[in-house]
């Protein structure tokens, strides 16, 4: 999945870029949005309140056992082969999905992996796209993730960051499956050409 720790880096439009090449390739795709400062592509694809609503339950679970197909939102123009899974309404920039309506919900993490799990079962593929937060949900995704895309922007000073920040959170880590970087990719949004130069 795509990933960022830096807004506005392109890591949602990189993930839904994937998604709809892969579905229009005859390919059926499951795009998670756990993006919590900008639920750009819950927006985007018009998901409703009442599949928003639907994620909330499922995380106040702790799970999503069941209500995978449920929470699915299909994008018509796409032959059925493109589905969205939102952000719940309501959302906080603190962790991902931590907002008032889901106080107290069991952790995120196991929402996440239970949602991960059944849509590998029904779709080809699944895309997430990751918050710049870092909460659980995003911890919780790595863990489940086959490949990453680190997007990032290509001035030294994102890139710096990005990285520096990547390395502590991965010394700090104490689970193997989180950042296991043999699957990483790194993927540089060549917008200013600094790093290129």
Same mark, same amino acid.
């Given at each position: 999945?795509?990933? $960022?720790? %830096?807004?506005g880096?392109?890591?949602?439009?990189? #993930?839904? &870029?994937?998604?709809?090449?892969?579905?229009?390739? *005859? @390919?059926?795709?499951?795009?998670?949005?756990?993006?919590?400062?900008?639920?750009?592509?819950?927006?985007?694809?018009?998901?409703?309140?009442?599949?928003?609503?639907?994620v909330?339950?499922?995380?106040?679970?702790?799970?999503?056992?069941?209500?995978?197909?449920?929470l699915?939102?299909?994008?018509?123009?796409?032959?059925?082969?493109?589905?969205?899974?939102?952000?719940?309404?309501?959302?906080?920039?603190?962790? $991902?999905? %931590?907002?008032?309506?889901?106080?107290?919900?069991? #952790?995120? &993490?196991?929402?996440?992996?239970?949602?991960?799990? *059944? @849509?590998?079962?029904?779709?080809?593929?699944?895309?997430?796209?990751?918050?710049?937060?870092?909460?659980v949900?995003?911890?919780?995704?790595?863990?489940?993730?086959?490949?990453?895309?680190?997007?990032?922007?290509?001035?030294?000073?994102?890139?710096?960051?990005?990285?520096?920040?990547?390395?502590?959170?991965?010394?700090e880590?104490?689970?193997?499956?989180?950042?296991?970087?043999?699957k990483?990719?790194?993927?540089?949004?060549?917008?200013?050409?600094?790093?290129?130069?």
């Amino acid at each position: 999945f795509p990933s $960022h720790d %830096k807004g506005g880096v392109g890591a949602s439009t990189v #993930s839904l &870029s994937l998604a709809a090449c892969w579905a229009r390739h *005859g @390919l059926s795709v499951a795009l998670i949005d756990l993006d919590d400062f900008s639920p750009m592509i819950t927006n985007w694809a018009g998901v409703s309140s009442s599949k928003r609503k639907l994620v909330v339950e499922a995380i106040k679970l702790g799970n999503a056992d069941g209500k995978v197909a449920e929470l699915a939102h299909p994008l018509t123009q796409y032959n059925d082969l493109l589905y969205i899974i939102a952000q719940p309404e309501n959302y906080a920039e603190s962790f $991902h999905f %931590k907002a008032d309506i889901i106080d107290g919900a069991p #952790s995120c &993490s196991s929402y996440v992996s239970s949602l991960v799990r *059944g @849509l590998q079962e029904i779709f080809d593929l699944v895309v997430i796209d990751t918050g710049r937060s870092w909460g659980v949900a995003t911890l919780a995704a790595l863990s489940c993730s086959d490949k990453v895309c680190f997007v990032i922007d290509d001035d030294r000073v994102s890139l710096s960051t990005s990285l520096e920040n990547l390395a502590r959170l991965y010394r700090e880590s104490d689970d193997d499956g989180e950042f296991d970087l043999r699957k990483w990719s790194l993927v540089l949004n060549a917008h200013t050409g600094y790093v290129l130069i």
